[in-house]
């Protein structure tokens, strides 16, 4: 059973970079055909996709967010990376790291909240 | 680009059943799945119907989804109505290669 866990600083500070790292453990992040993704959720508002890398390392970006993010993956270590720079007090969330195969995201990390504020 | 677009909230009684309807602003919703997934407080989401009409695992029959092109909607249904069945529920489909989201419904079992 594959576990994914974020991990980051919980305070960036407005106009910084915010980075979190997503580590996959139970299974492999490099093997089958998987979009590793990152969702984010501000308090009491829904789900919003933030983006994806493919298994074979193309990724794909929601364009409202396109020109700030930036998603890698580290096969080797087995994680997986979200930059999104010049922050503001907008992008206060709950980060989701969470993994589709075909339509649905069957596997997702417990949640980390980011707080951006100086 | 589409949006997917639930009501903000719905309630209903113990061993009722309840609808959540996900209406899809342009396009048709036949042309990419939808998926359901239910998301409890302080919790991460799960997937509780994909491909409009398929139970993930180990979730119970009283949950089913559909697809309307009259309506061009999708939607869950729950029957047999549990106070535990109380969270928030979104749909989600696909954009070309993006994933779309609604903005959720809030299920009060009261």
């Given amino acids: ?118 | 680009n589409f949006v997917l677009t639930q009501p903000h909230s719905v309630s209903e009684s113990p061993g009722k059943t309840v609808t959540i309807s996900c209406t899809r602003s342009s396009g048709s919703i036949v042309s990419t799945y939808v998926q359901w997934y239910q998301q409890r407080p302080g919790s991460s989401p799960t997937t509780v119907i994909y491909e409009y009409n398929q139970r993930a695992s180990g979730v119970p029959d009283r949950f089913s989804g559909s697809f309307d092109s009259s309506s061009n909607s999708a939607s869950l249904t729950i029957s047999g109505l549990k106070t535990d069945d109380e969270a928030d529920y979104y749909c989600q489909s696909f954009d070309r290669s993006n994933v779309v989201f609604g903005g959720g419904t809030k299920l009060t079992v009261l």
């Fill in chain 1, 1 to 118: 059973q594959v576990q994914l866990q974020e991990s980051g600083p919980g305070l960036v500070k407005p106009s910084q970079t915010l980075s979190l790292t997503c580590t996959v453990s139970g299974g492999s992040i490099n093997s089958g055909d998987y979009y590793w993704t990152w969702i984010r959720q501000a308090a009491g508002k829904g789900l919003e996709w933030v983006g994806h890398i493919y298994s074979s390392g193309s990724t794909n970006l929601n364009p409202s967010l396109k020109s700030r993010v930036t998603i890698s993956v580290d096969t080797s270590k087995k994680w997986f990376s979200l930059k999104l720079t010049s922050v503001t007090a907008a992008d206060t969330a709950v980060y989701f790291c969470a993994r589709r195969r075909w339509f649905d995201f069957d596997s997702w990390g417990q949640g980390t909240l980011v707080t951006v504020s100086s």
